[in-house]
């Protein structure tokens, strides 16, 4: 079963996972993503993706209508890094006693200056360049997510399509009944809409600042 956005297990992630997402500096919320929600290991977190880098909509999974829906890049991604950020100190938490004194001191510089991002403006660099660099994650592996929906809109469909009989024929010598098929899916296309410029140089600039 897809699980929704917000409700993913971060237990799930195995320790190499952690340490190639902390190794990541600044962007470890983006690498956080790719592990969380693009993992092949874990389709259940396959909630979301873009299925055009330009458009104004991001593709996201209904888990009571069964199907993809959209909602604006512009606050859907603001929200996802903010919530990555306060999964990213939960984890740490977890992994904290098993990496060396400095790396620890690496992590929690990264952690606190991620968490001034709470606070941010709307024009602020660092944060619109973690935005930029998650909708390019969520174009680039939308595949698998795409898979997993077409997969699981298929079994369902197989499990679930209902049998509803339906007597056309009061007659009690006959008692041959009709079905009805209720198919409860239907598929969404993305919405086009106008380009989003946004620079990640500030972030990768200060992600360097920051030696792992």
């Known amino acids: 079963m897809i699980k929704t956005i917000g409700s993913e297990n971060i237990k799930d992630l195995n320790f190499k996972e952690l340490l190639e997402i902390f190794d990541k500096h600044l ?20 909630n979301f993706c873009s299925t055009s880098l330009e458009g104004k909509y991001v593709q996201t999974y209904n888990t009571k209508l069964l199907k993809h829906e959209p ?9 996802i890094i903010l919530m990555f950020i306060k999964y990213l100190q939960e984890l740490y938490k977890d992994i904290k006693n098993k990496i060396p004194k400095k790396k620890q001191q690496q992590v929690e510089d990264c952690l606190e200056i991620l968490n001034t991002m709470q606070n941010r403006k709307p024009n602020d660099k660092v944060f619109n360049g973690l935005i930029k660099e998650l909708i390019g994650l969520s174009y ?20 679930l399509l209902t049998l509803t009989p339906v007597k056309k024929n009061t007659n009690p010598a006959n008692k041959k009944l009709d079905y009805l098929l209720i198919d409860e899916f239907s598929s969404d296309s993305e919405l086009s809409s106008e ?11 200060k992600s360097n600042d920051i030696d792992l």
């Open 27 to 46: 962007e470890s919320p983006i690498k956080l993503a790719e592990h969380l929600n693009f993992n092949e290991r874990l389709p259940e977190n396959h």
């Open 140 to 159: 680039n592996r939308k595949d698998i997510v795409l898979d997993t929906w077409e997969n699981k809109k298929t079994s369902t469909k197989s499990n």
């Open 71 to 79: 909602k604006l890049k512009k606050y859907f991604f603001a929200e």
């Open 195 to 205: 380009s989003d410029e946004e620079s990640a140089a500030d972030l990768k600039n």
